[in-house]
């Protein structure tokens, strides 16, 4: 099965992946990973990235597209996988169509973990990190004993500048520009399936499982 998996930052996406990596017995593919897999491997388009990440500028879309079709390309990718970071734009979902259609693969289904703003915001904002021991704690579902005050080692608790609110808005905001064409996209292909993220894990899990036809987990 050959999935994407969309969600914005806070959605549970990153759980929901290690889930269904273990489910379906097939590889994530995280375009940060295997783009500093590439170029420490030395590939040729790891190579090509490098030049551009080395100058301090970004690397662009055709170099990005080709790590992911050298990936695509190993054998553990052959019962199919699930692209992680990528596409991010429209732009992108083209060539990657295009990039599959040359390996005889095709996207089978987009899942979008679907989550109200504020309910993000407050899963986000509420991250506690401890100083001495990097533990985390969130204030509301998963609070120390003693506030501010880490259970393990008794270390301060301090929440990291990207998790304040003025960060996780604009993170947010970004998020549904890059995102909002790339759902049409692929609504209008038929491949889009939009989960409500809000629930158990497992919930979420079943939802997910239901609508790329998987049934119950």
């Known amino acids: 099965m050959n999935l994407i998996l969309l969600g914005p930052p806070g959605a549970g996406k990153g759980t929901q992946a290690k889930i ?18 590439a170029v420490k491997d030395e590939t040729p388009m790891g190579l090509k990235a490098k ?8 690397v662009p879309d055709e ?3 080709g790590i992911v079709e050298e990936r695509l390309a190993k054998p553990d990718c052959g019962r199919g996988f699930i692209l992680d970071g990528f596409p991010r734009t429209v732009v992108q979902a083209d060539a990657l169509k295009k990039t599959l259609a040359g390996l005889g693969k095709e996207i089978e289904h987009v899942v979008s973990i679907d ?4 309910e993000l915001l407050g899963r986000i904002t509420g991250r506690r990190t401890c100083r001495l021991c ?3 704690f969130h204030i509301t579902f998963d609070p120390p004993k ?13 929440q990291r500048d990207d998790d304040s609110e003025q960060t996780i808005r604009r993170r947010l905001d970004v ?11 692929y609504a209008r292909e038929s491949l889009l399936r939009s989960v ?11 939802k997910i499982l239901v609508g790329i036809g998987g049934g119950k987990g």
């Not at 998020?175 to 996209?185: C, D, G, I, N, R």
């Open 20 to 37: 269904l990596i273990k489910l379906l017995g097939i590889p994530q593919i995280s375009t940060g990973d295997i783009l500093r897999g």
């Open 51 to 58: 030049s551009y990440m080395d100058a301090g500028a970004l």
């Open 63 to 65: 170099v990005v597209v």
């Open 115 to 118: 989550v109200d703003k504020e």
């Open 134 to 136: 990097g533990k985390g």
């Open 146 to 158: 003693r506030e501010g005050v880490c259970d393990d080692c008794g270390g301060e608790l301090y």
């Open 175 to 185: 998020y549904e520009e890059q995102t909002a064409p790339l759902k049409a996209y």
């Open 196 to 206: 409500n993220g809000t629930g158990s894990i497992d919930d979420i899990k079943q």
